[in-house]
Structures are given as C-alpha cells and as structure tokens.
T-cell receptor, first 109, second 117 residues
Framework: LAKTTQPISMDSYEGQEVNITCSHNNIATNDYITWYQQFPSQGPRFIIQGYKTKVTNEVASLFIPADRKSSTLSLPRVSLSDTAVYYC??????????FGAGTRLFVKA | SAVISQKPSRDICQRGTSLTIQCQVDSQVTMMFWYRQQPGQSLTLIAT?????????ESGFVIDKFPISRPNLTFSTLTVSNMSPEDSSIYLC??????????????FGEGSWLTVV
C-alpha cells in the first residue's frame, strides 16, 4: 500500500484558490488517487479520483504529473464551508484503504 | 455510489458494557470495512468484513474486543466490547463501490460517535 505525505495544515481566505499537494512516491501501476473531505463528526466524503493527467468535476480539480508520484487537489474560490480535513488516498480497486494524517484546511473570512 | 446508514449515530456508554453498531448499505457489496477515528486523529482501519467468512483484523485489533458479523451482502455489525474511556471514538462503516470511472472509491456512513463514561 502506497504511503502518502500531505501538509498537516493550510490556511486560506475566502475566494482564493487552494492547492493541496500529496506525495506518493511508491504508487503502484494499478493504484488510483482519491481525495476525501471530512467535516467534524461526519464520515469522509468522496471529492475526486484520478489515475493520471487532470480530472475536473463540479467541486475540484485533480492534477497528476506523468510520474504519478504526487498529486494536487485544487479547490477553486474556497468559502468558509470548505474548512475541513482533506485526505489523499492511494490504492488499487477492492483493497483496504489506509488513511494518512490528512490536511486541515482552515478558510478565513 | 452507495448509501450507508449507521445506527446508533451517537451514544453514551457505561464503562465495562458493550455496544453493537449496525451498518446497512443500499446495495450488495462484497467488502465492508470498519474504521475507528479517535478525537482529532485520522481514521484507523479496524477490520475488513467479507460476507461468508471471518473478518480480517488489523494489527492492534482483536476479535474478542471488536467482534464483527456479516450475515449478508448489505449488512454488518461491529460490537465494541467491555468498553473503556479509551474506546471513545467515532466508528465508521465503509464499503468499496467500483464504477466505470472509479478504481477504488470507498463510501462512508456518517459514523457512530461513542462516548464511554
């Protein structure tokens, strides 16, 4: 199982773009990269998933370089409600998923 | 995606007692996972529950403390036995749901927040 490394915390202001980078140097060929968001006292919520290049949905974008040893979650124009913990996970389909420490994003007014 | 319901959502338990958490999924899934999240911490995998076989426990977790049942493909229970204050955590049920565009997307219930007094 690939280990991930993320910044422990980040601060931002409303309206800014936030980029959270995750390192996963020993990612395997069949591993996908998935990001989750967790609010206090709630279960993690799926944000976005990708395998390579760029993926975009209505919530975020995920940038994955060619070597796939890192990935960047991009949140456009954050609001106060985006204050949460963001987890980067790497793994193959159907196998247990191990969570890292996550990144605590704090959005200020 | 999968919709997961957990019961209870929250409970206050007496030291030494046991509590069973139920997890219901709206579709049939092969693998279900139970996680624990202690206050201010990340999620820790307790065990993987497959229907028709014994649960597989992670290091540091044992069946006597966290017995798991998996009677069918949509339901599982986790029991926290002989509780102590150190067991105060959120317990989360999750399932793997593969889709045409997903590799290993897992979905979580809202969790069961247990406080042991």
């Amino acid at each position: 199982l690939a280990k991930t490394t993320q910044p422990i915390s980040m601060d931002s202001y409303e309206g800014q773009e936030v980029n959270i980078t995750c390192s996963h140097n020993n990612i395997a060929t069949n591993d996908y990269i998935t990001w989750y968001q967790q609010f206090p006292s709630q279960g993690p919520r799926f944000i976005i998933q990708g395998y390579k290049t760029k993926v975009t949905n209505e919530v975020a974008s995920l940038f994955i370089p060619a070597d796939r040893k890192s990935s960047t979650l991009s949140l456009p124009r954050v609001s106060l409600s985006d204050t949460a913990v963001y987890y980067c996970l790497v793994g193959g389909g159907g196998f247990k998923t191990i969570f890292g420490a996550g990144t605590r994003l704090f959005v200020k007014a | 995606s999968a919709v997961i319901s957990q019961k209870p959502s929250r409970d206050i338990c007496q030291r030494g007692t046991s509590l069973t958490i139920q997890c219901q999924v709206d579709s049939q899934v092969t693998m279900m996972f139970w996680y624990r999240q202690q206050p201010g911490q990340s999620l820790t995998l307790i065990a993987t529950a497959n229907q028709g076989s014994e649960a597989t426990y992670e290091s540091g977790f044992v069946i006597d403390k966290f017995p798991i049942s998996r009677p069918n493909l949509t339901f599982s229970t986790l029991t926290v036995s002989n509780m102590s204050p150190e067991d105060s955590s959120i317990y989360l049920c999750s399932v793997f749901s593969g889709g045409e565009e997903s590799g290993n997307t897992i979905y979580f219930g809202e969790g069961s927040w247990l406080t042991v007094v």
